[in-house]
């Protein structure tokens, strides 16, 4: 397969247009795939950190995430809500892989989710097989929380990790 130059490449939010597109590339690459309303549902939330990577033209890669609200655990007493963002999905085409993309994608979007709605960490879910993903997440800064046994709908455990942001 023929690697392709990817330093003209930009990282910017998905348009509504192109939501077929970045479902198109989720089906070909990965096995956890969703309704074409739940990318609208996305889009129409937190369309701001719903990222393509564009190349020569073309969408070659998305992250989708969304924000959450969850009890403050640092201190339970206060009964205090804390913003996190999650992960959903991040997917890069194979051609256009190990040239940094991945990694582009999932540092603009946590700088967005930080900057946009004053998220205090991110968390995503991975499949324990997944070790580019897990890699790719551990040079970000990500640990391992958990394992949570059959997550997937094939039975494969994942591994929910996690990053602190620094405020
Ligand atoms: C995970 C994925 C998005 C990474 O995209 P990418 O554009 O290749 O990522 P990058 O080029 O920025 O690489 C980032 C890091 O991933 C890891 N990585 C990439 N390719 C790797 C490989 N073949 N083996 C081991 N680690 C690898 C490395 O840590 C790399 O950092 P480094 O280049 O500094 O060593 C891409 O492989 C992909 O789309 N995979 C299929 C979909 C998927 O698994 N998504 C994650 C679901 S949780």
Redesign the pocket.
């Known amino acids: 397969m023929a690697e392709k130059d990817v330093d003209d490449c930009i990282i910017r939010p998905v348009l509504p247009s192109e939501l077929v597109v970045v479902k198109g590339i989720n089906e070909a690459?990965?096995p956890e795939n969703y309704p074409t309303f739940f990318y609208y549902d996305v889009y129409r939330n937190w369309g701001d950190v719903f990222l393509v990577a564009l190349c020569d033209g073309r969408i070659v890669?998305y992250i989708m995430n969304r924000i959450e609200t969850k009890i403050d655990r640092s201190n339970i007493l206060l009964w205090k809500t804390v913003k996190v963002g999650h992960v959903i999905?991040?997917?890069?085409l194979p051609e256009?892989?190990?040239?940094?993309?991945?990694?582009?994608l999932l540092e603009k979007a946590i700088d967005l989710m930080k900057q946009n709605y004053g998220i205090k960490k991110v968390y995503?879910?991975?499949?324990i097989s997944?070790?580019?993903?897990i890699?790719?997440y551990?040079?970000f800064g990500f640990t391992i929380k958990e394992r949570i046994p059959r997550y997937y709908r094939d039975g494969e455990d994942a591994y929910l990790m996690e990053k602190e942001l620094e405020q």
């Open positions: 690459v990965l890669g999905s991040i997917a890069v256009y892989r190990n040239r940094g993309l991945g990694s582009r995503l879910e991975v499949r997944n070790e580019v993903a890699n790719l551990k040079k």
